[in-house]
Each structure stands twice: as C-alpha cells, then as structure tokens.
C-alpha cells in the first residue's frame, strides 16, 4: 500500500514569492516567476508530445522536457511522465544510452512552484523513497544503464536534482545551475544532498547548498559537477555523440564497471566488501565479452588504432 504524507501548508510569504518575483538573468536571484498571461501553459504550447517528448536514435533514447513555457519547470503530469520514460528505456534491451534535456533553452526550472502554490495547500507525495517516484518524477530511480543530461539554460533547485541523476552531464558555457529553492524555503528531497557530495565533495557540495548562489560553467566544470563545457546551442549534440560513443563499447562489461562505481559511492560498508562486489560482478563479464576482446586485440584490432581512434 503506498503510503502518503499528508497536507503541504503553503504559507502566504511563498505564495506572493511565487506570484511576484520576477527572473534575474545574471545573477538567478529572482528567478520563480509566475508565468505571464502570454506564457501561460496550454496544450497547444507544450506541443503534440505532451510535457515530455521523446526520440529513438538508435541504440539511444532522447527524452526532452518540454515546457518552454515554464523555462522546463516539472509539474505533476511532467514528473510522472519524466518517470514513464526512463523506467521503458532501462527495462528495453534495444537500449544502451539515454540523453536527457530540455526544450527551448532551459535545462529545467525545477519544481513548478506556481502549480504547488495553486494546490489548496495539499500535496500527496510518496513518502517511502522505495516505492513510488520522487517530486520530480525519476529522481529516485538507479538506473542500470548510463544517462547523458544535456544542460542548457538554467539547471536550478530540482533540475539541478535532474541533471544529478545523470552518469554524466554536457553543459552550455551560459548555463546556470545551483540550489536555488534554498531561497523560498523548499528542501532538496529529489536527491540532491545525497549524490552532490559524492560527485563534488561535502565541502563544495555544503557551499551550494547552504547559499544557494548560481553555478556557472567553468566553475561546474572545475568542481566537476560538469563532465563537458561546449559552446551554447551544442549540448543535445555533443550529448548525442557521447552517447554513441559509449553505446559502442561492450555493454555487459561497462554496465558491470558502472554498478560497481555506483556500489562502491553509495552503498558499500568497507573497502573490502566494495572490491568483493568489483570482483564477484566483473567475473562473469569475461566469459561473455572479455574472452571476444582479447581475441579481437591478439588478432590486431586493438594495435595502435583502436585506443588512439577514441574521441572519450
């Protein structure tokens, strides 16, 4: 049975804050905006394919936010169908790679603060983390396969916890990310305090959260909250090409290399257990791949071209 929690407040104070506060382009520090009359969300506007679209390339899955409108921000319908598509795509066998981004310019605003204001003061969210999706939808997902986010634009408060659910993120130089609800009082619960330390460090990790100041590119990149800084308009294209990349590789052996990093950060109890599991779930992997690999190299493949070729 799933459990619920019970009534949101939603007091007056974040009520006219979502109702007034107008974005800040350079800083992000008025960025919850209500949406103007001539923004106002519509069918027509979030396009045939609904809050989310999605694309097959292949061996890869592209799935776009597509709320322009709302700079990306994920409302109720969004987040179940953000959950609806990473769920089909890490239970098809067809599938090796997802890129996930954001239609018109923004990576994602976040939560739809306006929508939670106009709830009445209720909000039903599952509160057994292992049975039932997150605010945003898939945040509380473990993927088994890799997942590119494509960040343009702003990647704040819960799409920074969106862009954090990726194994790896490509990042416009103008884009912003950081914790920005840390302003109107809304807790990070799609992830954020537990993989930010892990990928940054508690130090910077405690930095962004406690300030919630705007993160930019570089800076991104240096803390390694970024994996790639390109030009702006290239990150769905070089996200593309990464995830080609990768879908090229043996899958069973980058799966199992990929698990075990994941085990090993989040729940492994020693340095000993973390090996074991490295271990236990990369023997299997050499009967079924390694075994071809090193045929392949003896026999030249892998001299001089294989390895000077790649474009990682």
Known sequence: MALTLGRMTINNGLRRAIQHMSLNSTKGQRFYSAISKEEKTSADSEGAGGTVISERRGTVMVIGINRPEARNAVNQETAQRLTEELSAFDQDNSLDVAVLYGVGGNFCAGFDLKELAQ??????????????????????????????????????????????????????????????????????????????????????????????????????????????????????????ELAEQVSAFPQLCLRADRNSAYHAAFDSSSFTQAMQYEFDHGLPVIASEAVTGATKFSLGAGRGGTFSKSKL
């Open 119 to 240: 709830t009445s003061g209720s909000l039903i969210m599952e509160q057994d983390v292992c049975h039932g999706p997150g605010p945003m939808g898939p945040s509380r997902m473990r993927l088994s396969k890799p997942l590119i986010a494509a960040v343009s634009g702003y990647a704040v408060a819960g799409g920074l916890e969106l862009a954090l659910l990726a194994d790896l993120r490509v990042v416009e130089e103008s884009s912003i990310m950081g914790v920005f609800c840390r302003r109107f009082g809304v807790p990070l619960i799609d992830g954020g305090t537990v993989r930010l330390p892990q990928l940054i460090g508690l130090s910077r990790a405690l930095d962004l959260i406690l300030t919630g100041r705007p993160v930019k590119a570089q800076e991104a990149l240096t803390f390694g909250l970024a994996n790639r800084v390109v030009p702006d308009g290239q990150a769905l294209q070089v996200a593309l």
